[in-house]
Each structure stands twice: as structure tokens, then as C-alpha cells.
């Protein structure tokens, strides 16, 4: 980071803000793009490289050591690319939405409740809302799980609120995906900002997300205005300097 951004975020009002934050994949702001990817500092610079490796070794071993033995109950997967990604019935009535990624050793398991209380094929993707007694809903995009009503903020608002705090006063935004509408949501929270263009290619998403969750009115939102098309066209017809933050979720 340049000393001029320092010098801004610790003199604004998020006091101490600036010394422990996550910098996200890319920010473009007024035409200048800065491309830093998975940083983490702190006051103390950088975190050793040796402290994490042994962090994540343990983590990983934790996590594999349990997702063996959840595999002996829960046996047939399927492949998605990287990714396992599974529903499968434990008790009736119930489902298990399993998914593991093989790059860092990690799997994770929800129970919700079944059938779906929503579902659809679209054109482009197979689209479930089930419910869960500690998740609230869960969207599922192709088997995949996307989004659940209790954990959702701690992805989002990582996504909109620390590209927005970039800029001193955000006006115009443009975010490309995030169809479920947190992202949006959260960027609305701005007072500064004034307008905010959407793009999503698939309009039945964010149809469902209206009508199934909380933050789901964020379209309804004067300063929003939603575009059904293909995020890479969107741009490429866009005038330089067209926007303050630019979001990709």
C-alpha cells in the first residue's frame, strides 16, 4: 500500500481500521488498477511464513481426519471440477449438502431440511432454496452451495465494505455478479453513494433472492439499477472512468 492510503485510512474515523485488514483480488478506481491478491498484514508486518504453514498443516490435518470419518457415513460424491459437492440423506426429511475442496484440504457439511421449498432449472444453472434450522436458507446454485441467511455477512460485507472504504467519497459503483444482492446491499449502506449499476447474467437468481431472502429489497433501492447481460460486454462498452469502485464477486 502507498503511504498517501495509509496516511487516509488512519486518520479517518475507523481509527486502528488500516493495521489488520484482507486485501481483496482487485480494485479499480478512476482508471488506476491495483491487482493485489490474499495479503494479510498486521501492525507487526507481515505474518512468518513459518507460523502459517504450521497453522495450516494442523488445520488441515484436523479437517482431513474428520472428513474421513464423514465420508464413511456419507459415501457417494460427486466430481465438480475442484470441488466435491454432495446432497445426501442422513435421516429422512433431512439432507447433507457436502462440499470439499481439494486444493486446501478442507470439507464442509449442512444439514437442511427436504424437500427444497424452492426449485428451478434456469438457463443456465439448476437453482435450489432449502431451509436449515441453523442457517436459515441456504441457495444452491448446480448442487453448489452459494449463500446462507445466518453467515452470509461474513463474506459480503469483506467484499463491499473494504473496497468502498478505498475511496474517500464513493459516488458510482459497479458490481459485476454476486446475484444473490448482498454485495449490493451492502454497498448501499454509503451514504455517498449515488448510483450503482448491477450485472448479473442470470435474472432468475436474483428473481429467487427477491423473494426468498432479507436483503433481497436492495434492488428495490433508487440508486440501483439492475442489468441482465454478460459482466466482460458490460464493461467493454463502458467509458473510461465511469466508475469510483468497481466490485467483482
Known sequence: RSQSDQSHLSNNQFGDLHDNYL????????????????????????????????????????????SMHTHEAYCSLS????????????????????????????????????????TRQSKYQKIDVYSSKHFGKVLVLDDVLQI???????????????????????LKVLIIGGGDGYVLNEVLKHKSVQHVDHVDLDGE????CKKHFPWGNAWSDSRSKLHIKDGAEFVAKAEDASYDVIIQD
Not at 490474499?38 to 507487526?44: A, D, H, T
Open 23 to 66: 486485501v481483496g483480488d482487485m480494485i479499480k478506481i478512476k482508471g488506476n488498477t491495483r491487482s493485489l491478491r490474499g495479503v494479510i498484514c498486521s501492525k507487526n508486518g507481515l505474518v512468518k511464513k513459518t507460523e502459517v504453514l504450521v497453522v495450516g498443516i494442523f488445520i488441515a490435518l484436523v479437517v482431513c481426519y474428520l
Open 79 to 118: 466430481r465438480s471440477g475442484d470441488t466435491q459437492t454432495s446432497s445426501l440423506s442422513s435421516v429422512p426429511g433431512k439432507l447433507h449438502l457436502v462440499e470439499e475442496e481439494y486444493e486446501i484440504g478442507f470439507a464442509q457439511a449442512i444439514a437442511v431440511n427436504d424437500p427444497p421449498i424452492y
Open 148 to 170: 446462507t441467511e445466518a453467515d452470509g455477512h461474513i463474506y459480503n460485507e469483506m467484499m463491499a465494505h473494504i473496497p468502498m472504504m478505498q475511496h474517500p467519497s464513493p
Open 205 to 208: 437468481v436474483t428473481e429467487v
